[in-house]
């Protein structure tokens, strides 16, 4: 069972800007048990679709009060990127290629870039937000 399906038996719904942090967080970290764990069951097609997961479900959620903002489509851009880095690493390990620490979560990986790009642009939607907010706009 991969990341996507084990997402779903724990599926819970995205409250705020937070939550979906500690979401795209837990999804990591699931993908990493699942990596260390390989055991050939990996959909490569869920990995690599952003839209399949919570956090891609949320993110379409909010499309019709922030797709206006370009933090949002920041956020889009970066999540996508980061389910793309995943599957690429995905690819890898089914081809039977060691799949190191270093190579998944490196500071000069992708997929370590493109998380903390995610987690900075929901940050990013957030400030947004809130300002819009605070100013009724």
Not at 31 to 56: H, M, R, T
Not at 111 to 120: D, G, N, P, R
């Amino acid at each position: 069972m991969g990341p996507s399906a084990a997402a779903s038996k724990t599926h819970r719904i995205i409250q705020d800007f937070d939550d979906a942090i500690a979401v795209h967080a837990a999804w990591k970290h699931k993908f990493s048990e699942y990596l260390a764990n390989w055991d050939g069951a990996l959909n490569l097609v869920d990995i690599g679709d952003n839209e399949k997961c919570q956090l891609g479900r949320w993110i379409q959620s909010r499309a019709s009060t922030d797709d206006k903002y370009p933090e949002y489509e920041r956020l889009k851009k970066a999540h996508a990127r980061f389910h793309r880095a995943a599957a690429e690493i995905a690819q890898r390990a089914s081809h039977g290629q060691t799949v190191g620490a270093e190579l998944v979560f490196g500071s000069a990986s992708q997929f370590t870039k493109t998380s903390s790009e995610v987690i900075q642009a929901i940050v990013a939607l957030r400030n947004r937000s809130r300002s819009k907010q605070r100013h009724g706009k």
